[in-house]
């Protein structure tokens, strides 16, 4: 009785090994699945972040040329060069004459922009 007790013992053991591995198994294959259809939908995912940032920088890129065609040609051909203001009404400080469009969004491109369209409005009467 002690020897069958054992050998049914051995069997259990060797089962629940079988099963183990068969669930090791499925867990793998399940994951290959998931990572497929996971980088399928990042994919996706980069392609439509691709074509949205495509679109944001044409819609940019229109709207900066836009602005820089109705610049004055005398602002446009100060642009990259270097000066002298005064400043508080004693000193003298260099600075440099920019495009708008070479600083990032802030208020001083947005303060820039309307004053341009005050100046462009006012010439067109």
């Avoid at 040329?65 to 109705?70: G, I, M, N, Q, V």
């Avoid at 060069?81 to 600075?95: A, D, H, L």
């Avoid at 990032?104 to 006012?122: A, F, G, H, M, T």
Wanted: with cysteine.
């Amino acid at each position: 009785m002690h020897l069958l007790h054992i050998s049914k013992l051995g069997q259990k053991r060797r089962y629940i090994s079988m099963v183990k591995r068969r669930r090791s198994k499925d867990t793998k294959r399940l994951t290959k699945r998931r990572k497929s259809s996971s980088s399928h939908t990042e994919e996706q995912k980069r392609r439509h972040l691709k074509d949205g940032l495509l679109d944001a920088k044409k819609n940019f890129e229109e709207e900066r040329d836009a602005y820089l065609e109705r610049c004055p040609k005398s602002h446009k051909d100060k642009f990259g060069q270097i000066g002298f203001c005064k400043w508080g009404g004693k000193y003298y400080f260099p600075i440099l004459f920019v495009n708008p469009y070479h600083v990032p969004e802030n208020p001083i491109r947005r303060q820039w922009i309307s004053k341009l369209e005050k100046v462009s409005d006012s010439l067109k009467r």
